[in-house]
């Protein structure tokens, strides 16, 4: 069984920073993508940083402020969370395309871990 395991987190204040890491382990074959998301109270779930293969991509309310990275030898994605404003504050969660064997790759998503930015 293929899992996500995240930590780091917490909380903080305006202007301070957090790292936050990701940790696939299980029967992996290869892994597509690894992906940081995010969710506030009463909006929807929105990407914040990816990282494939060969290229990278932010949302715009994160760009130069933070930085996705990517070990492949150790199954990790990190993202490291720069000058963090109030309106950072969600669960952040992990997403990963992986191909379990051979075949079919499938999504599989971190349990979710807080991250409060007071002012």
């Known amino acids: 069984q293929v899992q996500l395991v995240e930590s780091g987190g917490g909380m903080v204040q305006a202007g301070g920073s957090l790292r936050l890491s990701c940790a696939a382990s299980?029967?992996?074959?290869?892994?597509?993508?690894m992906a940081w998301f995010r969710q506030a109270p009463g909006k929807e779930r929105e990407l914040v940083a990816q990282?494939?293969?060969?290229?990278?991509k932010y949302v715009d309310s994160v760009k130069g402020r933070f930085s996705i990275s990517r070990d492949n030898a150790k199954k990790m994605v990190d993202l490291q969370m720069n000058s963090l404003k109030p309106e950072d504050t969600a669960v952040y969660y992990c997403?990963?395309?992986?191909?379990?064997?051979?075949?079919?790759?499938?999504?599989?998503w971190g349990q979710g871990t807080q991250v409060t930015v007071s002012s």
């Open positions: 990282v494939t293969n060969d290229s990278t």
């Open positions: 997403y990963a395309e992986i191909q379990p064997s051979r075949g079919v790759a499938a999504e599989y």
């Open positions: 299980g029967t992996i074959f290869s892994i597509n993508a």
